[in-house]
C-alpha cells in the first residue's frame, strides 16, 4: 500500500517569493511521483513527473521537484512566483510495477498575493 | 477531440435517484480510472479498467457505485439510489498503459454531481 502526505493545505506567498509544497509519501516498493496541477475551474494536468534516473526534474514553467528516497519525499519549489501561478498542487505516487493507481495527496492550496 | 471528456459537466439530482456519469478517454489509452473529489478534500481512487482485464474496483464506497468500460473506449459510472454524501465532482482520467508512461494520467475536467 502507498499513501501520500502534503502537510500544508494552504500556502500564501507574495508575487516573486519563493515557494515549497511539501510531499511525503510512504510505499513498500520503488516509486513514480508526480505533481498536478488544478488552476481554477480547470481540470487536472501533469506539472512535472520522476521515474527514474536524476532526482531532481523541472517544469517549463519554472516548477522543480526533487526526490529524496531516504527522506521519502517529493518536495515542489519555484524560486520566484507569478500570480498564474495561483491553483491546487496535488502530490501523487504510484508503484513502480505492476498495475499504475496513482494515490493522490489531498492538495495544497497556492495563493499567490500582488 | 484530443482530450478526456466528461459529461454532464454538472448534475443536480433528488436524493434517492439513480445517476450516470460518462467518460470519453482519449483515443489508444489503454487505461481508464475514476476518482472523487470532494468539497476540500484529495482525490479517491474509485475504479481502474485496464484493456481487457478484470477491473480494479477497490475503490468503490458501496454497492451503490459500479462502471462500466467496453473494450478500450467509453466508460459510465452509475450512481444508485444516490445520497447526498455523493455529491462531489466525478473525475475521469485515461492513460497510455506501460512502463513509459509511469501511470501519468490525462485528466477530464469532472462531472460534479449535487444531491439535494
Known amino acids: 500500500a502507498q499513501s501520500v502526505t502534503q502537510l500544508d493545505s494552504q500556502v500564501p506567498v507574495f508575487e516573486e517569493a519563493p515557494v515549497e509544497l511539501r510531499c511525503n509519501y510512504s510505499?513498500?516498493?520503488?516509486?513514480?511521483l508526480f505533481w498536478y496541477v488544478q488552476y481554477p475551474n480547470q481540470g487536472l494536468q501533469l506539472l512535472l513527473k520522476?521515474?527514474?534516473?536524476?532526482?531532481l526534474v523541472e517544469s517549463i514553467n519554472g516548477f522543480e521537484a526533487e526526490f529524496n528516497k531516504s527522506q521519502t519525499s517529493f518536495h515542489l519549489r519555484k524560486p520566484s512566483v507569478h500570480i498564474s501561478d495561483t491553483a491546487e498542487y496535488f502530490c501523487a505516487v504510484s508503484a513502480g510495477g505492476g498495475s499504475y493507481i496513482p494515490t493522490f495527496g489531498r492538495g495544497t492550496s497556492l495563493i499567490v498575493h500582488p | 477531440g484530443a482530450g478526456v471528456s466528461q459529461s454532464p459537466s454538472n448534475k443536480v439530482t433528488e436524493k434517492g435517484k439513480d445517476v450516470e456519469l460518462r467518460c470519453d478517454p482519449i483515443?489508444?489509452?489503454?487505461?481508464l480510472y475514476w476518482y472523487r473529489q470532494r468539497l476540500g478534500q484529495g482525490l479517491e481512487f474509485l475504479i481502474y479498467f485496464q484493456g481487457n482485464s478484470a477491473p480494479d474496483k477497490s475503490g468503490l464506497p458501496s454497492d451503490r457505485f459500479s462502471a462500466e468500460r467496453t473494450g478500450e473506449s467509453v466508460s459510465t459510472l452509475t450512481i444508485q439510489r444516490t445520497q447526498q454524501e455523493d455529491s462531489a465532482v466525478y473525475l475521469c482520467?485515461?492513460?497510455?498503459?506501460?512502463?513509459?508512461?509511469?501511470?501519468?494520467?490525462?485528466f477530464g475536467e469532472g462531472s460534479r454531481l449535487t444531491v439535494l
Open positions: 520522476y521515474l527514474s534516473g536524476s532526482t
Open positions: 510505499s513498500s516498493v520503488s516509486v513514480y
Open positions: 483515443s489508444g489509452h489503454t487505461a
Open positions: 482520467a485515461s492513460s497510455p498503459q506501460g512502463r513509459g508512461s509511469g501511470g501519468e494520467l490525462f
